[in-house]
T-cell receptor, first 115, second 110 residues
Framework: AQSVTQLDSQVPVFEEAPVELRCNYS??????LFWYVQYPNQGLQLLLK??????LVKGINGFEAEFNKSQTSFHLRKPSVHISDTAEYFC?????????????FGKGTRLHILP | ETGVTQSPTHLIKTRGQQVTLRCSSQ?????VSWYQQALGQGPQFIFQ???????GRGNFPPRFSGLQFPNYSSELNVNALELDDSALYLC?????????FGQGTRLTVV
């Protein structure tokens, strides 16, 4: 079965500094990968997704992620964070081969922007 | 705006009671999944319905049950509520390549 590990439960970073949120997945078959963001008291919103093609994926709000098959990673990056990026970020995976498979989430990384 | 709406937004129940949470999915999305998100945790998969049949289940007891209807609405039912059932319950309407989440129902069991 597939699984997702988010290596950091919390990441503090100063405003306008770069940030990387780490995600590793485990699967013996091909997967689709996602990053979702959850603002306080809200549901989850898709930031970006990797389905196929270019391994560098650009999403909303200036975020991007790079799929690394050899390292089974899908780290999320932003070159300059803003206070409004304060949120919980979830990495997720689903199997390519199973059309109706569930999306499995990591435990989340809380991004804390310092003034 | 994801096109997925959940009701109610907040709910307080007493231990031992039963609760029904509702979700209205995007038209054309045959798959709906329910997740439980405890405070400070990621969403945990409860179960999934595809074309009105259960199509996968996470590690949740049978007192968690669901229904999906032809009009793209669905329900999550929880019997014999326990204090640990307090959480945000998320409904997701999905294609194979993306899940669209509702705002969630915050359930508090006292």
């Amino acid at each position: 079965a597939q699984s997702v590990t988010q290596l950091d439960s919390q990441v503090p970073v100063f405003e306008e500094a770069p940030v990387e949120l780490r995600c590793n997945y485990s699967s013996s078959v091909s997967v689709y990968l996602f990053w979702y963001v959850q603002y306080p008291n809200q549901g989850l919103q898709l930031l970006l997704k990797y389905l196929s093609g270019s391994t560098l994926v650009k999403g909303i709000n200036g975020f991007e992620a790079e799929f690394n098959k050899s390292q089974t990673s899908f780290h999320l990056r932003k070159p300059s964070v803003h206070i409004s990026d304060t949120a919980e970020y979830f990495c997720a995976v689903t199997l390519v081969m199973n059309r109706d498979d569930k999306i499995i989430f990591g435990k989340g990384t809380r991004l804390h922007i310092l003034p | 705006e994801t096109g997925v709406t959940q009701s109610p937004t907040h709910l307080i129940k007493t231990r031992g009671q039963q609760v029904t949470l509702r979700c209205s999915s995007q038209s054309g999305h045959n798959t709906v999944s329910w997740y439980q998100q405890a405070l400070g945790q990621g969403p945990q998969f409860i179960f999934q319905y595809y074309r009105e049949e259960e199509n996968g289940r996470g590690n949740f007891p049978p007192r968690f049950s669901g229904l999906q209807f032809p009009n793209y609405s669905s329900e999550l039912n929880v019997n014999a509520l326990e204090l640990d059932d307090s959480a945000l319950y998320l409904c997701a309407s999905s294609t194979h390549t993306e899940a669209f989440f509702g705002q969630g129902t915050r359930l508090t069991v006292v």
